[in-house]
């Protein structure tokens, strides 16, 4: 069994990364300064772009619109580089609250249907 904190670093992450990628691709951004801003390397850009990294999750609106929010703020210099950690886990902490790692967890981790080991399910702790 995996824990879901592993589930957050090979499936939403990623996944993030991916939209942040393309949003700021679409604000005419190439390749090479999306790489400089994420801090990654350019062939990774690449793979999000292509949806060969990062696919296979769906998000909602709200989360769409935080991403295209950062993607602005990078775009439009308000946000830099450093940003990247904060306003990841941020994103992050919100799909978090979606039940969309728990989904994950079940489909990638081989957890049972009925399963209260993800996140949400700390009361049974207290």
């Not at 992450?13 to 951004?29: N, T, Y």
């Not at 801090?39 to 295209?68: C, E, H, M, W």
């Not at 210099?77 to 919100?94: H, Q, S």
């Amino acid at each position: 069994m995996k824990p879901p904190c592993e589930m957050v670093v090979w499936y939403i992450i990623p996944a993030i990364r991916s939209e942040l990628a393309k949003d700021l691709l679409k604000l005419g951004m190439k390749q090479k300064k999306i790489s400089e801003l994420m801090d990654i390397t350019q062939p990774a850009v690449s793979q999000y772009l292509t949806d060969k990294r990062g696919s296979g999750i769906v998000f909602n609106d709200d989360v769409k619109a935080l991403i295209q929010e950062f993607a602005n703020d990078l775009n439009e210099g308000t946000a830099t580089k450093f940003d990247i950690i904060p306003r990841t886990c941020y994103i992050c902490k919100r799909i978090k609250t979606e039940d969309v790692i728990c989904q994950i967890h079940k489909e990638k981790g081989h957890m049972p249907a009925d399963c209260r080991a993800c996140l949400g399910s700390e009361a049974h702790l207290l």
